[in-house]
């Protein structure tokens, strides 16, 4: 890897080319060509959550959540180099046809490693569940994947919402989360030590909310004390996208956009996702800030476009377009799925034979591409839904019967639909069907980022812990057929599944499988993989026994300190072989 000290000296002699206005213009995520020192524009902002996201067409992996629950670092740190080739792809071919638009660059903000304490939040599916030491290998694996072992970094790999932040989506920008030196050290900070101590990971980015009092985009304990001065962190800090903003519109620690500028500056926030540090000059002007503040900010922003080999030529420089969702990285993708999907329930059900005369399969997410992709996720050019794989699956001598059945969600009257139009399709369906497998859950509409979603009363995070009442009448009427039922949860978060626990034939947690999902759950059902994916969150009975969805404390929640019996444990996970366990 390129030793960081040259890649400081080339930033150092770089900047000191550079007028104060042009140091200052590059603090801004989407940073300005600096034409006479021959310094093109670059967009910070880049996203690669489970594939190359917001970019047009790249391999879409299972959600992170799904990836989470195969427990394997190795294939984790496989797919990461995977993303991080499609991305490079992407920069050479964007930058020959001088694009340097959002989402094109090679600075990626993943992973989330933030853990996922309490079923509610929309965005837990963005993460690797509730346990600290399965986040902490995982984050590591990513990062590692992510930036690659070459001459330069592959990409520059971002540990994020540093530190404590985890919903209410819809109260981020003012919300203070007040926790435990117990629980920051125990729960919350492992993940972030490790990608920087460990992983070297280049990037962090500062969550919205405040943590104990101060704004985490500049927070003294966690930026200067812990982040730089105990771990020795030496990469850049990012603010997230208009948390800078919040300081001053919804924290109410300073009164403008030029103090917020100036207090995130001088904590240490070298990047800022938004537009507050349009007023750094400002801020300079009036003595909020110092030059050598904007310059030590250039500086470590240069060291990373240097440390990527940006600025001059890298190995990485040949990698071509025809990596985009190759072959290999879909094959790759598939795997993933194969080993992410949970059997949470089989009375004997599955497999199923291939000598069915007829299977009904039913259900909002049946025929969803949505369902497949979660959020944060690129575009892909082969999808493959369940009703698709299992069509692919079958032979010519199979009937497959479809219904949609449900609305995956309808709050309000629309044209010419009502909630319950197509319950009665899908029974006449499940009558007809010698097996059902009946495909229900949520996707980024219902369970997401606050203003991402079209989940408007809940900002993205769940009320509760059920279904839609739409697919709860649905499943009712399906499973009052009487005919053997798998239910396929399509879901990144735990629900309550104690209906189908109780009257279903099998139940899999599919999680947002990937675009090629369908394939990979229809070879489960057919035998020809054995599920092996394991719960990386809890499954609660009900919200009776969380504490408030703002308290941080760590009481009652995850299998760490849960107080009341689990509908199914972290770590949960069935399979069809007989399993052996040794001991060394």
């Known amino acids: 890897m390129k030793d960081r000290k040259t890649a400081k000296e080339q930033a150092k002699k770089l900047v000191s080319q550079m007028t104060l206005e042009e140091k200052a213009s590059q603090l801004k995520f989407d940073a300005p060509a600096i034409e006479r020192l021959g310094v093109p524009a670059y967009n910070w902002w880049n996203e690669a959550l489970h594939g190359v996201a917001r970019a047009g067409t790249a391999t879409v992996f299972p959600q992170a959540i799904g990836m989470a629950a195969m427990f394997d670092d190795e294939l984790l740190t496989e797919i990461a180099d995977a993303i991080a080739t499609e991305a490079r792809a992407k920069y050479n071919t964007y930058s020959k046809e001088n694009d340097r638009d959002i989402y094109k660059g090679l600075t990626m903000w993943s992973p989330n490693i933030n853990i996922f304490r309490d079923p509610r939040w929309g965005r837990g599916h963005e993460t690797y569940g509730e346990d600290p030491y399965l986040t902490k290998c995982l984050g590591k694996a990513f990062v590692q994947g992510l930036q690659g072992d070459g001459e330069v970094l592959k990409t520059a790999a971002c540990a994020k919402h540093f530190a404590v932040h985890s919903g209410p989506e819809a109260i981020r920008h003012e919300f203070d989360a007040v926790v435990s030196d117990k629980d920051l050290w125990e729960t919350y900070l492992p993940a972030f030590e490790a990608c920087v101590t460990e992983a070297n990971v280049e990037s962090v980015m500062g969550a ?157 997410n049946a025929n969803s591409r949505a369902a497949l992709i979660g959020n944060y996720h690129g575009t892909s050019s082969h999808y493959v839904t369940v009703l698709e794989g299992i069509q692919q699956a079958v032979s010519d001598s199979t009937r497959v019967f479809y219904s949609e059945g449900a609305h995956l969600f309808m709050d309000r009257v629309e044209h010419l639909g009502y909630p319950d139009d197509r319950i009665k399709e899908a029974v006449i369906v499940a009558k007809h069907s010698e097996v059902v497998v009946l495909c229900v859950g949520l996707d980024e509409t219902l369970e997401g980022e606050e203003g991402d979603t079209g989940n408007s009363y809940a900002s993205g995070d769940k009320n509760d812990l059920e279904l839609p009442e739409s697919q709860r009448k649905l499943v009712d009427a399906v499973l009052a057929v009487g005919k053997p039922t798998i239910i396929c949860m399509m879901t990144g978060s735990a629900m309550n599944l104690s209906v189908a626990r109780e009257k279903a034939g099998a139940i899999l947690q599919t999680w947002y499988p990937g675009a090629e999902g369908g394939k990979a759950i229809a070879d489960i059902l057919f035998g020809k993989i054995s599920p092996s994916g394991k719960l990386p969150v809890t499954f609660y009975e009900s919200l009776k026994g969380l504490p408030e969805f703002t308290d941080y404390s760590m009481k009652g929640r995850t299998y760490r300190y849960i107080e009341e019996p689990a509908q199914y444990p972290f770590g949960y996970g069935l399979t069809y072989g007989d399993v052996m366990v040794q001991t060394a």
Request: charged share 25%.
């Open 208 to 364: 919205y909310n405040r943590t104990n009092g101060e704004p985490c985009c500049a927070h003294g304990v966690l930026m200067e004390d812990i982040l730089k001065d105990q771990w020795k962190f030496d990469g850049y800090y990012v603010s997230d996208c208009w948390a800078i903003r919040d300081f001053h519109e919804h924290h109410m620690v300073t009164k403008t956009a030029t103090e917020s500028a100036a207090l995130a500056l001088k904590k240490g926030c070298h990047v800022n996702c938004g537009n507050t540090y349009l007023h750094i000059m400002k801020a300079y002007q009036e003595g909020k800030v110092t030059e050598e503040d904007i310059t030590n900010a250039a500086e470590t922003l240069f060291t990373t476009r240097y440390m990527l080999g940006l600025l001059e030529t890298s190995e990485y420089d040949q990698i071509s377009y025809d990596q985009v969702e190759s072959a290999e990285h879909r094959a790759l993708a598939r795997k993933a799925t194969e080993k992410s999907v949970v059997m949470l329930k089989n009375d004997g059900l599955l497999p199923l034979s291939d000598s069915l005369k007829s299977i009904g399969v039913i259900g909002p």
